[in-house]
């Protein structure tokens, strides 16, 4: 549970492919300023770090913000980092 947003793990059941969604409410991001998530979004769109995850997809309903990014099995960086 993060401050802007919680992070699902979605898979596509015909091909087996997961990713982690991010999921931020429009009412929680206007009231932070909604250049947040655009700027995420687009940050993300535009990099290609092997340490960073990257960005697959977004979409958006009425009351919700999606951001599908690349899934990790070994969950956040800090046990990432210290499985090495």
């Not at 549970?1 to 929680?28: C, I, P, W």
């Not at 769109?45 to 977004?58: A, D, E, G, R």
């Not at 958006?60 to 980092?81: A, R």
Request: positive net charge; contains cysteine; glycine residues 4%.
């Amino acid at each position: 549970n993060g401050y802007y947003g919680d992070t699902y793990l979605f898979m596509r059941k015909h091909f087996q492919n997961k990713y982690a969604v991010k999921v931020v409410s429009k009412e929680k991001s206007v009231a932070n300023n909604i250049n947040i998530v655009l700027t995420e979004k687009n940050i993300l769109k535009n990099l290609n770090y092997p340490f960073i995850v990257k960005f697959k997809f977004s979409f958006q309903s009425e009351n919700m913000y999606y951001l599908g990014l690349e899934y990790l099995s070994c969950g956040n960086l800090k046990t990432c980092i210290n499985s090495l």
